[in-house]
């Protein structure tokens, strides 16, 4: 019967499959869809510059990508973890528990949060505070503190456009908005004073006060995007009233859509953010499995040509699409090189 | 209340005007939602034709390059792993000087740096030119001209995208090189056409929206189709016949029907989380392997083949059995050699359905990692389609409607056209089989 010739064909396929899968060739990455662009842009160059193939760069976020880097040690699992921000403690814990001891971390340069609005809306100038008081749950007016009364920027800020607050910030799963949370929130929040008030509210508890801090308000004014950019940006072109949480490099390709607020007097760009001046941007990622160097074929190539001069440098393709290269790239360079993992050693 | 002894055929009463009112209005309201459907329809295809159809043209930019052998090979001895050791980096000041060479000689006229007129380029423009000396070594010394891709944002403002007001503040682009741009076009060195390598090309990373194509995933779909079709047609057709022509009835059997109704309806996104925990977590199949995302299709496809069969398996009268058993055929005798061939038409209907569907569909992909930038090496063998890392068409026209690039979301709407094209086809086929094919009794 054709139909038995099928199956055992079909089912020969499957097992001949499952025993060819010990045999990885490609580097695999996952992680962070904020170093995705960045991550595709070297895995490009590394395909067309080594006989290597070009490895498979998937996306999903920092936290996904780092769980399923510590899921163990195989060929199953990926090599590399792209990720927005600093590896938790609690995520090196996890790691060990699965055998992932070794870990090489990589930074490879900075990006820029931005705030962006409407092309033909009004022009803004923001300090942290500003956005403290307009999102966060609880703000202090004149020494009480209470939910937050404010529906219009100058509301909040009287040299603010008259403006309905309409605020689309990242979700909880973007490292985005960790910074966000830090640099923006929990700054103005210590700037306006309002982090003693909650201090003397929660007993000097300082994390319930940073957790008082950084709660958002939850009556639409503020919308959590737990999708990327682009819906983000898709938000704005629908709602005039808008303004979004970017990264640097998304704005720099939609400049004829949006329009980047300054931030204490600073305008964001590679340069302001490289100089620090600029104050909210983070640093980006990536974590290489020691364990797979010399295992899957390429794997410390990849690591190296990523911080090459040529690619991670000031005039590399990565600063050109709006990564701000790291100052310190040289030591980087030599971590690759040393493969010195996490908490020292070798 | 109407006096039923003056009733006449010829004179309406209200209540029959009242009847024929309601009936004029029910078939206003059929009109009026066909023609919504109708209208919602049209406004669909001409907006996916309208944003997708640039997708299909390119800027080309033919510049002649000279390939100096003092760069490109330090020995002279054109061998192949020195020549190797040069990387795409080593090709770029050959393509500024190529420029550098087009001002000179007057065809362009601008103040810009080299390094600024080359950014009119793709960023691929240096592989292809490493690629072209790779194969060919000969070529070191020679004046060549290349066909290079313009660069996104070139090619955007070709096609109306990208205006002189809109880049005021993209620092991708100047109003400068825009002017070198219409220098060039007016010489014929730079043009639209036809963009084949958009159906037969590989994805390419962010900095180039250019040189995206989605030829390697439609080879990724099409790996998954194939295992589909040889998994879910002869378990699905088996499971059918068995239930429908020797199973017994009873509770049992019950329970699977109702079952097999159920799984139906469950959302794909359950059947990826299954292929993660089972195919990969558990079977140490691949990631990204358009193996594990046929499998997973595979189970979803299933019910949909199942039930299908089992309809045309049912129409087909039980007098043909009769008849067949009637003159001492076994019965899988009578199955096989006459309630098969004539259910045939209606299973194979319902089997391009379901592969439609399953090639259109995203949600599992996402979860066994088919989504992101993935679709770069095309695959040699059946063995590398199935194993190596691919994704599908749909999971490559999500990927390309998140970047950043506003020129992947006109790839995007190119590739939604590509997906219609084949799923019309699909259903295409699927009509005229069973308009061909298909026995009423």
Redesign the interface.
Same mark, same amino acid.
């Given at each position: 019967?054709s139909?038995v010739k &099928? =199956?055992t064909? %079909?089912l020969a *396929? %499957?097992a001949?499959? /499952?025993t060819?899968?010990a045999a990885?060739d490609?580097v695999?990455v996952?992680g962070s869809?904020t170093v &995705? #662009?960045y991550?595709? *842009?070297v895995?490009? /160059?590394f395909?067309? @510059?080594f $006989?290597y #193939? =070009?490895p498979?760069?998937?996306?999903g976020g920092s936290s996904a990508g780092l769980k399923r880097f510590c899921e163990g040690v195989g060929? @199953?699992t *990926?090599d590399i973890a792209n990720a927005s921000r600093q590896i938790k403690s609690s995520e090196v814990n996890a790691c060990a528990a699965n055998g992932v001891t070794d870990i090489i971390e990589v930074r490879i340069g900075y990006d820029g949060i931005v705030f962006a609005s409407d092309i033909d809306g009004e022009t803004f100038q923001f300090t942290p505070v500003d956005w403290y008081r307009a999102l966060s749950e609880q703000v202090m007016v004149d020494g009480e503190i209470v939910n937050n009364p404010f529906a219009t920027w100058n509301e909040v800020n009287p040299d603010l456009p008259a403006q309905p607050i309409q605020a689309f910030v990242p979700g909880t799963k973007h490292g985005t908005r960790e910074v966000f949370e830090e640099k923006v929130i929990l700054a103005g929040c210590e700037e306006a004073g309002d982090f003693e008030a909650y201090l003397a509210a929660n007993n000097d508890d300082k994390k319930a006060a940073e957790k008082a801090c950084i709660a958002l308000r939850t009556d639409g004014k503020s919308v959590d995007i737990d999708? $990327? +950019? =682009?819906e983000t940006l898709a938000r704005i072109e629908s709602n005039d009233d808008g303004i979004g949480v970017f990264g640097l %490099?998304?704005y720099? @390709? @939609? =400049? $004829?859509k949006l329009?980047v607020a300054d931030m204490s007097g600073v305008v964001p760009s590679t340069e302001t953010i490289a100089s620090g001046e600029y104050p909210v941007s983070r640093p980006l990622f990536f974590y290489v499995k020691k364990a797979h160097i010399g295992v899957i074929p390429g794997l410390k190539e990849y690591a190296e040509f990523f911080v090459m001069d040529?690619i991670a440098g000031p005039d590399g #393709?990565l600063a050109? +699409?709006g990564l701000v290269a790291d100052p310190e790239l040289t030591e980087t360079q030599t971590v690759v090189a040393d493969e010195s993992v996490l908490g020292g050693g070798s | 209340m109407t006096d039923t002894r003056h009733m006449s055929l010829l004179v309406r009463d209200t209540r029959t005007a009242r009847r024929n009112r309601a009936e004029t209005r029910f078939r206003i309201y059929g009109l009026a939602a066909i023609a919504i459907g109708l209208t919602m329809l049209v406004i669909l295809l001409v907006t996916i034709v309208g944003r997708g159809s640039g997708a299909f043209q390119q800027t080309y930019l033919s510049v002649p390059v000279t390939l100096i052998e003092a760069k490109l090979d330090k020995n002279g001895n054109r061998d192949p792993a020195d020549l190797k050791k040069v990387t795409t980096f080593g090709y770029g000041p050959l393509l500024r000087s190529a420029f550098e060479q087009m001002v000179d000689d007057g065809t362009i006229r601008t103040d810009l740096p080299a390094k600024k007129i080359a950014g009119i380029v793709s960023d691929g423009a240096e592989a292809q030119v490493r690629d072209a000396v790779l194969a060919d070594p000969s070529l070191i010394g020679q004046t060549v001209t290349f066909e290079f891709l313009a660069s996104g944002r070139v090619d955007g403002y070709l096609k109306g995208r990208v205006s002189r007001e809109s880049i005021a503040n993209d620092k991708n682009i100047s109003a400068e090189q825009l002017d070198i741009v219409d220098q060039l076009r007016t010489a014929g060195l730079l043009e639209k056409r036809f963009n084949l390598a958009f159906i037969t090309g590989a994805d390419a990373s962010d900095a180039r929206p250019e040189a995206a194509g989605m030829g390697v995933s439609m080879v990724g779909s099409l790996f998954m189709m194939l295992v589909v079709l040889v998994l879910a047609l002869p378990i699905g057709v088996a499971a059918s016949i068995y239930l429908e022509e020797f199973a017994p009835k009873n509770w049992i059997t019950d329970i699977i029907e109702v079952n097999i109704s159920n799984l139906a309806a469950v959302p794909s996104i359950v059947f990826g989380i299954l292929g993660l925990a089972v195919f990969i977590n558990y079977m140490h199949l691949p990631n990204s392997a358009p193996l594990v995302g046929g499998l997973v299709l595979t189970l979803m496809t299933l019910p949909t083949i199942i039930i299908s069969t089992r309809a045309s398996l049912k129409s087909v009268p039980p007098s043909i059995r009769d008849a067949a058993l009637g003159v001492g055929a076994s019965k899988m005798q009578s199955v096989f050699h006459h309630v098969l061939p004539l259910a045939a038409p209606g299973i194979l209907t319902g089997t391009i359905i379901g592969l439609a569907q399953a090639l259109g569909e995203t949600a599992p992909l996402l979860l066994i990692g088919m989504v992101g930038f993935i679709a770069s090496n095309g695959p040699d063998s059946l063995g590398e389609g199935l194993l190596s890392p691919n994704s599908a068409m749909p999971a490559q026209i999500y990927e390309w409607a998140k970047r950043a690039d506003p020129a992947f979301y006109e790839r995007a709407w190119g590739g939604i056209i590509i997906l219609l094209v084949f799923l019309i086809t699909m259903n295409a086929v699927a009509v005229l089989l069973r308009r061909r094919f298909e026995r009423r009794w």
């Amino acid at each position: 019967m054709s139909f038995v010739k &099928l =199956t055992t064909s %079909a089912l020969a *396929i %499957a097992a001949v499959s /499952a025993t060819a899968a010990a045999a990885r060739d490609q580097v695999q990455v996952a992680g962070s869809s904020t170093v &995705l #662009p960045y991550a595709s *842009i070297v895995a490009e /160059a590394f395909g067309e @510059n080594f $006989d290597y #193939p =070009t490895p498979v760069v998937e996306s999903g976020g920092s936290s996904a990508g780092l769980k399923r880097f510590c899921e163990g040690v195989g060929e @199953n699992t *990926i090599d590399i973890a792209n990720a927005s921000r600093q590896i938790k403690s609690s995520e090196v814990n996890a790691c060990a528990a699965n055998g992932v001891t070794d870990i090489i971390e990589v930074r490879i340069g900075y990006d820029g949060i931005v705030f962006a609005s409407d092309i033909d809306g009004e022009t803004f100038q923001f300090t942290p505070v500003d956005w403290y008081r307009a999102l966060s749950e609880q703000v202090m007016v004149d020494g009480e503190i209470v939910n937050n009364p404010f529906a219009t920027w100058n509301e909040v800020n009287p040299d603010l456009p008259a403006q309905p607050i309409q605020a689309f910030v990242p979700g909880t799963k973007h490292g985005t908005r960790e910074v966000f949370e830090e640099k923006v929130i929990l700054a103005g929040c210590e700037e306006a004073g309002d982090f003693e008030a909650y201090l003397a509210a929660n007993n000097d508890d300082k994390k319930a006060a940073e957790k008082a801090c950084i709660a958002l308000r939850t009556d639409g004014k503020s919308v959590d995007i737990d999708g $990327d +950019y =682009t819906e983000t940006l898709a938000r704005i072109e629908s709602n005039d009233d808008g303004i979004g949480v970017f990264g640097l %490099a998304f704005y720099e @390709n @939609n =400049t $004829d859509k949006l329009q980047v607020a300054d931030m204490s007097g600073v305008v964001p760009s590679t340069e302001t953010i490289a100089s620090g001046e600029y104050p909210v941007s983070r640093p980006l990622f990536f974590y290489v499995k020691k364990a797979h160097i010399g295992v899957i074929p390429g794997l410390k190539e990849y690591a190296e040509f990523f911080v090459m001069d040529e690619i991670a440098g000031p005039d590399g #393709p990565l600063a050109e +699409y709006g990564l701000v290269a790291d100052p310190e790239l040289t030591e980087t360079q030599t971590v690759v090189a040393d493969e010195s993992v996490l908490g020292g050693g070798s | 209340m109407t006096d039923t002894r003056h009733m006449s055929l010829l004179v309406r009463d209200t209540r029959t005007a009242r009847r024929n009112r309601a009936e004029t209005r029910f078939r206003i309201y059929g009109l009026a939602a066909i023609a919504i459907g109708l209208t919602m329809l049209v406004i669909l295809l001409v907006t996916i034709v309208g944003r997708g159809s640039g997708a299909f043209q390119q800027t080309y930019l033919s510049v002649p390059v000279t390939l100096i052998e003092a760069k490109l090979d330090k020995n002279g001895n054109r061998d192949p792993a020195d020549l190797k050791k040069v990387t795409t980096f080593g090709y770029g000041p050959l393509l500024r000087s190529a420029f550098e060479q087009m001002v000179d000689d007057g065809t362009i006229r601008t103040d810009l740096p080299a390094k600024k007129i080359a950014g009119i380029v793709s960023d691929g423009a240096e592989a292809q030119v490493r690629d072209a000396v790779l194969a060919d070594p000969s070529l070191i010394g020679q004046t060549v001209t290349f066909e290079f891709l313009a660069s996104g944002r070139v090619d955007g403002y070709l096609k109306g995208r990208v205006s002189r007001e809109s880049i005021a503040n993209d620092k991708n682009i100047s109003a400068e090189q825009l002017d070198i741009v219409d220098q060039l076009r007016t010489a014929g060195l730079l043009e639209k056409r036809f963009n084949l390598a958009f159906i037969t090309g590989a994805d390419a990373s962010d900095a180039r929206p250019e040189a995206a194509g989605m030829g390697v995933s439609m080879v990724g779909s099409l790996f998954m189709m194939l295992v589909v079709l040889v998994l879910a047609l002869p378990i699905g057709v088996a499971a059918s016949i068995y239930l429908e022509e020797f199973a017994p009835k009873n509770w049992i059997t019950d329970i699977i029907e109702v079952n097999i109704s159920n799984l139906a309806a469950v959302p794909s996104i359950v059947f990826g989380i299954l292929g993660l925990a089972v195919f990969i977590n558990y079977m140490h199949l691949p990631n990204s392997a358009p193996l594990v995302g046929g499998l997973v299709l595979t189970l979803m496809t299933l019910p949909t083949i199942i039930i299908s069969t089992r309809a045309s398996l049912k129409s087909v009268p039980p007098s043909i059995r009769d008849a067949a058993l009637g003159v001492g055929a076994s019965k899988m005798q009578s199955v096989f050699h006459h309630v098969l061939p004539l259910a045939a038409p209606g299973i194979l209907t319902g089997t391009i359905i379901g592969l439609a569907q399953a090639l259109g569909e995203t949600a599992p992909l996402l979860l066994i990692g088919m989504v992101g930038f993935i679709a770069s090496n095309g695959p040699d063998s059946l063995g590398e389609g199935l194993l190596s890392p691919n994704s599908a068409m749909p999971a490559q026209i999500y990927e390309w409607a998140k970047r950043a690039d506003p020129a992947f979301y006109e790839r995007a709407w190119g590739g939604i056209i590509i997906l219609l094209v084949f799923l019309i086809t699909m259903n295409a086929v699927a009509v005229l089989l069973r308009r061909r094919f298909e026995r009423r009794w």
